[in-house]
């Protein structure tokens, strides 16, 4: 990933839905002290939706890391064996993720979860941010499959970023979250 695509995704995209959360908060906070009156349903639902786009690109960033470094490969240790206990292999799991990436409607994320009652690892499809979330799953790596990840890098091309992801992701810090 270019620097050029990573600083507006970053610096534009993401800073945009910090500051959506910021001004929805402030608005409920005028609504909690009776000065101003709201559509609550549509508030809150624009608050899951800028709060879930910061929590998904926060996680999104700490899943990268310069490639050769301390990014790509494959997972060792405790997230490897889960991987192939629960995909089968690397390769499973890898081609499973990139379709959950590219399939995914209109906009949206490729997720690794972590079920905390099962200890199984499942992946997931979460449109808007917020939307398909399994409850009490701990996510442990996401992808954003928007536009705004990889057009500068690979115009509408969204299988070729999928495939080039893997050369930046940071199997340490996904494996912190697995615990």
Same mark, same amino acid.
């Given at each position: 990933?270019?620097?050029?695509?990573?600083?507006?995704?970053?610096?534009?995209?993401?800073?945009?839905?910090?500051?959506?959360?910021?001004?929805? %908060?402030?608005?409920?906070? +005028?609504?909690?002290? &009776? =000065?101003?009156?709201?559509? !609550?349903?549509?508030? /809150? #639902?624009?608050?899951?939706?800028?709060?879930?786009?910061?929590?998904?690109?926060?996680?999104?960033?700490?899943? %990268?890391?310069?490639?050769? +470094?301390?990014?790509? &490969? =494959?997972?060792?240790?405790? !997230?490897?064996?889960? /991987? #192939?206990?629960?995909?089968?292999?690397?390769?499973?799991?890898?081609?499973?993720?990139?379709?959950?990436?590219?399939?995914?409607?209109?906009?949206?994320?490729?997720?690794?979860?972590?079920?905390?009652?099962?200890?199984?690892?499942?992946?997931?499809?979460?449109?808007?941010?917020?939307?398909?979330?399994?409850?009490?799953?701990?996510?442990?790596?996401?992808?954003?499959?928007?536009?705004?990840?990889?057009?500068?890098?690979?115009?509408?091309?969204?299988?070729?970023?999928?495939?080039?992801?893997?050369?930046?992701?940071?199997?340490?810090?996904?494996?912190?979250?697995?615990?």
């Amino acid at each position: 990933m270019s620097e050029e695509q990573l600083k507006i995704h970053h610096d534009k995209h993401h800073a945009a839905y910090v500051t959506g959360a910021n001004a929805i %908060l402030e608005k409920l906070d +005028k609504a909690h002290k &009776g =000065e101003i009156e709201l559509d !609550l349903k549509a508030e /809150i #639902k624009a608050l899951s939706f800028n709060i879930g786009g910061h929590v998904m690109h926060s996680l999104f960033w700490e899943n %990268l890391a310069p490639a050769g +470094k301390s990014g790509g &490969g =494959e997972p060792t240790g405790k !997230l490897a064996d889960k /991987i #192939k206990e629960d995909f089968g292999s690397f390769d499973r799991f890898r081609d499973e993720f990139n379709k959950a990436g590219i399939s995914v409607e209109g906009s949206g994320w490729a997720a690794l979860a972590h079920c905390k009652l099962t200890g199984r690892l499942l992946l997931m499809q979460i449109e808007k941010h917020s939307v398909n979330l399994y409850p009490n799953f701990d996510i442990l790596m996401v992808a954003d499959a928007f536009e705004q990840a990889y057009y500068i890098d690979y115009k509408n091309d969204r299988a070729k970023f999928f495939g080039a992801i893997w050369e930046v992701i940071n199997w340490k810090k996904i494996s912190e979250r697995l615990g």
